[in-house]
């Protein structure tokens, strides 16, 4: 039988954005081909094999919510899923809905044209696929184009090295062995502890120090579970309406406010917790640096507390961004593991690496000997991934030109320019400030309700006003401006990539607010969408 190559959509990526996709996409009948460049399934899940690699949303709330038995039948083992639980959990639910057949993997999108005259997509991949359709649905990831900094020198290390994004699928032997980990954010932050206890020795290079808040990770309660499941109804409507997508509370109390008792009840209390909810102690930390300051001053104490040698503990201290302007991170016995006798920090603002030597890292002041160096030094976030395909829209216009100056894009779904080209947590959209499944599931759900609109209406094409993205645009920078996101070198402004222009790129109002701007422009005949 020979492949058919002409479809009404292509999706690319296999994460669970490119999964739910495909099966609404079957839903409404419409015949699909998902590339995704990875072995199987699980996007993130798949490629992030690192030790000690975690969610930091519960696992009860970080799974999908479309379909009432799968959320019954499976059951999470721990409070935060492990990636070897998430991607089983994706396996699972691509047998589940029998994905795997419109799925080709190890296959990547090089390239989309958008064919004017036969209003088509053309899409090529890098094993010679060459398919037409109608619509392309972008299911790339945010965080999935893993970036090493160039440092000089770098091949020439005679050990093994490795970006946590792609770890090797095979056991990496760690025992006995002398560690480097260079970055200190969200995969830092778990991969280092985890590393401690395997290795020989591990030094960490860190550059920023980071906030990190407790999860204080343990098996799943049967009883918390069981009533998770008799509850969800009303556990999905809080996280479709919070801001973060998350169940847990977020107060609207002032911390300038609170009396010094009230302030640190309440941070201690959310401390005991762990995880997320933290964040949510006073309304004003995310707007006003003094209340900001107030929760900052309390975690560095707890580092205080923690770290024995007071010289590492100010190290660790961050100073220089306030709390929760960086991706926040969420963490088992961080700060602990620099007492241990085998694990040192060097401070690389300071000394910068200035090559990697055959032996190691070298900085101004010593050459590190290492067996192994682990890059834990994050993404091209948010557009890395889109823009490393070559997409050009109506008259040839290359989305790399477009967003040249940053990604532009009417409500993070679409991009003026680029007809029935749909990108899922596209930039502009909440995204990565928000717990992933429900904004992924929100996307898939409102671009699969507009495909339904597009047909309903005998319509084939849809492209977002320019105008319209104009409007959006300076919506989202508006309320970046109104919060302090924008005083931290954060990848949400592409501050980690050399060369990357500096925009504060998700959607910071949260996604309830969000829904609701996407759910009544829908019901508005797709406000700032052209037809035809
Ligand atoms: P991904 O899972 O990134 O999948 C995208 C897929 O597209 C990838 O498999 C990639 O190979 C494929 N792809 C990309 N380009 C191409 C191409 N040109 N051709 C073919 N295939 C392509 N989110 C949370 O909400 N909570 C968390 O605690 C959390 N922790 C995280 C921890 C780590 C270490 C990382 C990296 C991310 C984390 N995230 C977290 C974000 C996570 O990426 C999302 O939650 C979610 O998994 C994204 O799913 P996705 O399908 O949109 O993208």
Sequence with gaps: MTEATSFDAVVIGAGFSGMYM???LRGLGLTARLYEAGG??????????YPGARCDVESVEYCYSFS?????????TERYPSQPEILRYAEHVADRFDLRRDMRFRTRVTRAAYDEAAARWRVETDRGDRVTARFVITAVGCLSDARIP???????????????????HEEVELAGKRVAVIGTGSSGIQVI??????????????????YTIPAWNRPLQPEYARWVKDNYADIRRRMRDSLFGIAASFNTGSALEA??????????????????????????????PRANELVAEFVR??????????????LLSPRDHPIGTKRPCFDTDYYATFNRPNVRLVDVRRTPIEEITAAGPRTAEATYEVDVIVYATGYDALTGALLAIDVTGAGGAALREKWAAGPRTYLG????????????????????LSNMFVSIEQHVDWIADCLRHLAESGATVIEADADAEDAWMRHVGEIAAATLFPRANSWYLGANIPGKPRVFMPYAGGVGTYRAACDEIAAKGYEGFVMS
């Design 22 to 24: 495909l099966h609404r």
């Design 40 to 49: 199987g399934v699980g996007g993130t899940w798949y490629w992030n094999r």
């Design 68 to 76: 009432e038995e799968l959320q019954r039948d499976w059951d999470w």
């Design 150 to 168: 160039g440092f000089p020198g770098a091949e020439s290390f005679r050990g093994e090295s490795y970006h946590t994004g792609r770890w090797p």
């Design 193 to 210: 502890p985890v590393l401690a206890e395997l290795a020989a020795e591990v030094t960490v290079f860190q550059r920023t120090p980071n």
């Design 259 to 288: 009396s010094e008792q009230e302030l640190r009840e309440e941070l201690e209390a959310r401390w005991a917790h762990g995880g997320p909810g933290f964040l949510g102690a006073f309304a004003d930390t995310a707007v006003d």
């Design 301 to 314: 104490e707890k580092i205080r507390q923690t770290v024995e040698d007071p010289r590492v503990a100010e």
């Design 413 to 432: 779904l679409m991009t003026a320019g680029f007809p029935n080209l749909f990108t899922i947590t596209g930039p502009g959209s909440p995204s990565v």
